[in-house]
């Protein structure tokens, strides 16, 4: 029998992509834009390249892996990111409009189609 994925409680909700552009609301990089590597829906939680950087220290792996001290993205909670809006540059909300074609996603602010 396939094993199902478990829905939280925020999935339904869960309106980021991988490859949007969205700016971090609160924290360490509070005001930082970046785009959305990985998006883990068990964690409600997204990766943002560049951002919420932290030191890992690593030991020389068996593999010829070096060691030493890497930088890692970690996860920013989906609540603390907003989408960029493509016309202002500034945090907007996602909407969506139906059209013959289906269900596309719409920044709030500026009625601007997203991809």
């Given at each position: ?13 869960f ?19 970046g ?81």
């Amino acid at each position: 029998m396939a094993q199902q994925t478990v829905k939280t409680k925020y999935q339904e909700k869960f309106r980021l992509k991988k490859g949007d552009e969205v700016v971090v609301l609160t924290g360490k990089s509070k005001g930082g834009t970046g785009k959305i590597d990985k998006v883990d829906f068990k964690k409600n939680a997204v990766f943002v390249s560049g951002l919420n950087l932290f030191k890992k220290h690593a030991k020389p792996g068996v593999n010829g892996d070096e060691g030493g001290i890497i930088d890692k993205s970690m996860a920013i909670h989906i609540s603390n990111v907003a989408l960029v809006d493509p016309k202002t540059k500034k945090a907007t909300r996602i909407g969506y409009q139906s059209e013959k074609s289906g269900k596309t996603r719409v920044a709030k602010a500026s009625k601007t189609l997203l991809s």
